[in-house]
């Protein structure tokens, strides 16, 4: 069985909107180097995240695509379905990976190649897993009280299984230590450019994919109108709205709305706007705005997991905030 080759940091979105969910050409923004592989659509979104396996490539007056068949959508666990323009495509690393790479030194065992039942060049092969810690993992006066790998309780850490394999869940484990932002005035990120959006139902009128960790972060935003019809704007993040942050007027009036859920690398943070049931006026929307200081004194996450308190570090973080206007 063949292994598939994985290219580090490939980062594109979908060009053309994918309305199939079965054998479809999938257009990406630049082509992955290898021939074949495995891809993710939308890793951070538990709504949308999809695991395919590509089986060629190629260019058209469309642009570049990848070859998907029927069986090979909805590959990990996830759902075979329809995907937007702009959603991220990552070639992360998968449990199908880690399959493969199982599957291929039990073929070479089979052949008859050396399986390590006794120690070869200091390897051995164990026929029980190895006893490791499973007590909570305790940073100073600290525990990790966010973190549940597979079926391992919280905050522990996780077993191997009876065949001595890192369970699967481990696979997408990032090592990254994060410091946080916290909220004020400090401008971080703009996306002032005007956009234009009618209806009385919530349509989006702007968006921006957070390319850093993110403890917590202020929103503003400005609505303008010529008429006195009722408008309304509220924040979404990854397409689910944040009721909280509604805030509605006539003519002009403005949003300040301090964000305090952690974000990751490809989360959308989006303003959606409407006026009132029987009015579709037009709105302009403009002056988009991310606020942020970076407390690089603190520790707020460990591989993207919140910590149960923040750590003291002796050496400040020079993290930089960065994001991507997308609409």
Known sequence: MSISTIQNFYKETITRAVTLTGATN?????????????????????????????????????????????????????????????EPVRMNVTAEHIKEISDALDQIVAAGAQ????????????????????????VGANVLTNISYGTS????????????????????LQIDIDSGYIVSDNLLHSNDVTVVAAGT??????????????????????????????????????GVALNDSEVSGSLSFSLSYDLTTPLKPDDLIQIYVRTQTGTAADVDVSNF????TLDNKRI???????????????????VVFTATNIL
């Open 289 to 292: 705005r991310l606020y942020g």
């Open 26 to 86: 999938i257009y990406v923004s630049a082509l992955p180097t290898p021939d074949e592989g495995y891809v993710v659509i939308s890793p951070s979104s538990s709504s949308l995240r999809e695991i395919v396996y590509y089986t060629a490539k190629g260019t058209d007056s469309n642009g570049t695509y990848l070859t998907v068949t029927l069986a090979n959508r909805g590959l990990g666990g996830t759902t075979a379905q329809t995907h937007a323009i702009g």
């Open 300 to 318: 707020y996450q460990i591989g993207g997991y919140q910590l149960a308190s923040p750590l003291e570090v002796k050496v400040p973080s020079t």
């Open 115 to 138: 399986d390590a039942s006794t120690i070869t060049k200091g390897i051995v092969k164990l026929n029980v897993a190895p006893a490791i810690a499973t007590e909570p993992i305790a």
């Open 153 to 172: 309780s919280v905050g522990k850490v996780p077993q191997l299984d009876s065949n001595g394999k890192i369970d699967d869940s481990m696979v997408n």
């Open 201 to 238: 139902s919530y349509t989006k009128a702007k968006e921006t994919r957070i390319d850093s960790f993110v403890n917590t972060i202020r929103i503003k935003c400005d609505l303008s109108s010529s008429n006195t019809h009722t408008k309304y704007l509220k924040v979404y993040v990854n």
